[in-house]
């Protein structure tokens, strides 16, 4: 999957302290399209999350979904067919679902971030609540 092909804007993350981006599955039926946005928490005073552990998928085979910095204005945001799966699965009928997802919650366009990220990884899952596996459909 390009990053490039996103165009979203993601804020800045700070890395003293350790700042995390959480994502916010908005709620609906399994059929309507997925919308979310990120929020920027900092590690040590971080609400409470779950992670996802997932195969990407193809990066050539993306389908869309609304994603923003907040909850009001939403951008196309191209993510793996694999990822749009979990993602519908995972999504919960009546209220937000919060969960770190590296494809998204990460800058993949941006090479420092994704490094310091990926180093953080253990301590990402370690603070997580739950951690979901998804195997695919």
């Not at 799966?85 to 993949?108: F, G, N, P, V, Y």
Request: proline share 3%; with cysteine; hydrophobic share 40%.
């Amino acid at each position: 999957m390009d990053s490039a092909s996103n165009n979203f804007l993601y804020t800045q993350l700070s890395d003293s302290p350790f700042q995390i981006r959480l994502l916010h599955i908005l709620p609906g039926s399994f059929e309507a399209r997925i919308q979310c946005y990120l929020k920027t928490f900092t590690a040590e005073s971080c609400i409470q999350y779950e992670a996802l552990s997932y195969v990407w998928g193809d990066p050539n085979i993306t389908e869309s979904i609304k994603l923003e910095r907040d909850p009001i204005l939403f951008h196309y945001f191209h993510v793996t067919t694999n990822l749009e799966a979990a993602l519908r699965h995972l999504r919960l009928k009546e209220k937000e679902r919060i969960i770190w997802i590296d494809a998204i919650c990460i800058d993949q366009g941006n090479r420092k971030e994704r490094e310091l990220q990926v180093q953080n990884m253990g301590k990402i899952y370690a603070r997580a609540a739950k951690v979901v596996v998804w195997l695919g459909k």
